[in-house]
């Protein structure tokens, strides 16, 4: 009886098995990527091969972007996705491609913009119907449920939309396309106004302390995000800003943030009170939150912090670190559904981290002591250790966004790799005002004031440079810390306080990175 169930069980699975040998998915390196090679869905990399049989097919191109740690992302795959007819009916109709936003930051920020930009959209995942002809986008949404629910169309009226639009229409398509390339196009920054960061930074502190959460600390209310930018900006400020910030990093340690059985940060809490944790911690948190917790133990005089902070980097090194050097970048706690609410969920390790995480880690880990900084970069892990000459240009073939990925760095991993170097005070052995333009030169665009998600040229399927997204703090923040040039400081600087003219509660990173500035 049991071999005749294992031979059933083994009937099932062939044909899955047969699928997933087959999908050009099973190539990628992301891993989130390969799991879909099992889809129904034939889906597509996006490559230079695929998008010229995407050209050659004639048919709508329908992109999917989105992370394996976004819920909606997941909530898409496993619901919309799954649907045998709607399956059947997207095969038929469009040429589908799958895109890991973490592992192809390029791409996402192109999807973001264009929801940004046309749709007036945001948030992941990300829906791109392109043009077949010039594989540029003329719809796109972003989370769509299966079925339409609260006014929002379902995933099955969106894409018959888009469909209609190309098919029927063929010029309207490529219509659209050109409008929404004409939308994304960045509009210059004003070089001739007065720029008076300080008072918008002063502006800023006595909003964001008036903000805070008297009784619980941290900002606003539910839910609670730690800010760890946000915190080391008001610790630069005097009296009541800085108070204020001291009282927010104390509620990060001493809230369900913390993790008191595996040690680490979560992203989030989902109430003010800092009391329902959101089952995700990431490398990056870890190591912007140490840094965050460092700079308030400073100025508070409070070793508890500062074992907080540390105790974090070693979650880090105990929990995010694989066997081959490399790192996770997060830890999922939110991949099953837990209908006790007092049991722990299963957490589990979730993609590559990037060289800016990686960059970021080392500098928290320098704060924390040569001992941790020795773990780090020991011979067991030598593929922590970026070589020094991946400083010198941009082009170097070595480089790569992630471990295991073939993605080239962003304009934040090669800033965040200048710091690296400094926190090894390596700059002594490379020229850094050199190495600072080589970066300019390859990924800023004067024009804007701002980093681009790609070089000058454009890789296949992107005929419009876009702003760099997803990375917090982001390259233009690193930029000022970095110490840039002058004159393209002052651009970023441009750059950054029209992004925040109306905003009463800018973001943190760019309060941090205007502080240096001012």
Known sequence: MLSRALALVALAVSPLAARAENSPLASSPSEFVRAQATSGVKWHLWNEASLAQAKASGKSVYVFIGSPLSELTRATINQTFTSEKTVAWMNENFFCLFVDADAQPDVAALGQHFISSVKQLRGQPVHLWLTPDTLQPYDGANYLPPSEEWGKPGFLKAARAALDTWTIDPARARALATEALDMMRLPPVDTTAPLDIEAKLAAAAKAWTAAADPVNGGFGTAPKLPEPELIRFLLTRDGEARETAIKAA???????????????????????????????????????????????????????????????????????????????????????ENPAPTKRPKFVKVG??????????????????????????????????????????????????????????????????????????????????????????????????????????????????VPASGETPSAEVLALLAGVDTKTADLICRNLMHQIEYDELPPGDILLGLSVNR
């Open 250 to 336: 104390r509620a990060l340690v001493n809230g369900a943030l913390r993790d008191p059985v595996d040690g680490g940060f979560y992203r989030r809490c989902i109430d003010e009170a800092w009391k329902e944790p959101y089952f995700q911690k990431t490398l990056a948190d870890q190591a912007r939150i140490a840094l965050a917790l460092f700079d308030a133990a400073d100025a508070a005089k409070d070793d508890k912090l500062r074992a907080a902070g540390i105790a974090a980097l070693d979650f880090v090194l105990k929990e995010l670190r694989n066997p081959d050097g490399t790192f996770a970048a997060a830890l999922d706690g939110t991949l099953e």
């Open 352 to 465: 590559s981290a990037s060289t800016a995480s990686i960059a970021s880690l080392t500098l928290a880990m320098r704060r924390s002591g040569e001992v941790r900084l020795t773990v780090l970069l020991s011979k067991k892990q030598p593929r922590i250790a970026l070589p020094t000459v991946m400083l010198l240009s941009p082009h170097h073939e070595a480089s790569a966004h992630a471990a295991n990925s073939d993605a080239p760095l962003t304009a934040a991993d090669w800033l965040g790799t200048i710091f690296f170097a400094g926190a090894l005070e390596q700059l002594d052995i490379v020229d850094k005002p050199q190495v600072l333009q080589s970066i300019v030169d390859y990924c800023f665009d004067p024009t804007s004031g701002g980093f681009m998600a790609t070089p000058a040229k454009l890789p296949p399927g992107i005929a419009v440079r």
